[in-house]
């Protein structure tokens, strides 16, 4: 099962970016683990959506080894360094279609934490929202979370902002797309602004004057992509309390996401 979990191809990947163990000056502490089994049994929980207490002995790494390391790599920016080192083997190749995004957001349901909020989706029961932005193709390149109750425009900007400088096939990294596509929750005149002044053309309906059924033949896109996603059944509930570390399991499922697009293109 490890193998299927994390092929060579993917741990290829990910081995130069994962922080070096440093044993303490003062010696004792806990014994080293292999990093590719914490990090098995990372994509194991992500998978399952099992809670770290489940946690099964065959992975040969201890609850606490697995969380505490995990915590680690998520303040060291492992998911978001991996997730732009498959980006880049993906822009490499000609995969990336920049003449197109989408962007859409879908609301989980929160068990407790910071960034949640009264979803108005969920009978006002407590959750969080998850911010997703996808190429043409709909490979996600940008991820967010925020509080249930945030309004989706204002994850917009940040998204458009977070996403990575990407290695193409010939000549510079890119980062900036074409068009923007979206629906009316996104629609604002000084948004339009802001991504004309980046030489982004918006695509997004408006409210009152445009059905957003006119954007459905390139929407399904993002709602395929939001749906691949949440196919991590860790993220089907948010059950952690700090919104850094179920930020970290998204961006690690848009990671492992674009990465089964790398191996299809392999194969």
Request: hydrophobic letters at 40%; glycine letters at 8%; aromatic letters at 8%.
């Amino acid at each position: 099962m490890s193998k299927r979990l994390v092929p060579d191809e993917l741990w290829a990947l990910v081995e130069p970016l994962i922080p070096k163990f440093e044993p303490r000056p003062q010696g004792g502490g806990t014994a080293p683990v292999e990093d590719r089994a914490v990090f098995t049994a990372v994509v194991f929980v992500l998978t399952s959506g099992c809670a770290w207490r489940m946690l099964p002995p065959s992975f040969g790494v201890t609850v606490p080894t697995a969380h505490r390391r995990f915590t680690g790599w998520t303040e060291a920016g492992l998911w978001r360094r991996l997730h732009c080192a498959v980006l880049d083997e993906l822009g490499s190749r000609g995969l990336i279609d920049w003449s197109r995004v989408v962007i859409d957001a879908a609301s989980v349901r929160a068990k407790k934490g910071d960034l949640t909020g009264p979803s108005p989706v969920d009978r006002g029961k407590p959750g969080s929202k998850i911010h997703v932005l996808s190429e043409r193709a709909g490979i996600p390149v940008s991820v967010g979370v925020s509080a249930a109750n945030t309004n989706d425009i204002e994850a917009l900007k940040p998204l458009v902002k977070a996403v990575p400088a990407i290695r193409s096939r010939r000549g510079p990294r890119r980062r900036r797309p074409d068009k923007l596509h979206a629906d009316k929750a996104y629609d604002s005149a000084e948004s339009r602004r802001w991504l004309r002044a980046r030489g982004i053309v918006a695509r997004i309906a408006r409210k009152g004057i445009e059905s957003s059924q006119r954007l459905g033949r390139h929407r399904w896109l993002i709602e395929r992509t939001i749906s691949w996603l949440t196919g991590y059944h860790r993220l089907n509930i948010r059950y952690d309390r700090k919104a850094t570390h179920f930020l970290g399991f998204l961006t690690l499922a848009a990671a492992l996401t674009c990465y089964k697009k790398l191996a299809k293109s392999t194969t």
